[in-house]
């Protein structure tokens, strides 16, 4: 039985949920989901720059888990991005 997620500090909230292919309706395309934990690594790691052992404890989560969750999230941007998928983010609860 897996154990069970600890609570992740999210500060950041997106200003859209869904980023897409312009010109393509959005129904007719596969989507990808971004969790909340995984757009909020890309914002700590990316956007404010920070190390990722810093962006770890802002997350309350080990390093290793920061280093797991950002590999994830910048591989499914990636897949979005050359695949002409759409990406829906998840919304904090």
Do not use: H
């Not at 609570?7 to 292919?21: Q, S």
């Not at 890309?42 to 770890?56: F, K």
Request: glycine residues 4%; hydrophobic residues 40%.
């Amino acid at each position: 039985m897996p154990r069970s997620l600890c609570p992740r500090c999210i500060e950041g909230r997106p200003e859209a949920r869904y980023y897409k292919p312009a010109g393509i309706p959005l129904r007719g395309l596969e989507e990808i989901r971004l969790a909340t934990d995984e757009w909020e690594s890309l914002r700590l790691a990316d956007l404010e720059q920070l190390y990722r052992a810093d962006a770890a404890v802002r997350m309350k989560i080990s390093r290793q888990t920061f280093d797991r969750i950002l590999r994830r999230a910048r591989t499914k941007v990636a897949e979005a991005l050359l695949n002409g998928k759409a990406l829906r983010l998840e919304q904090p609860v």
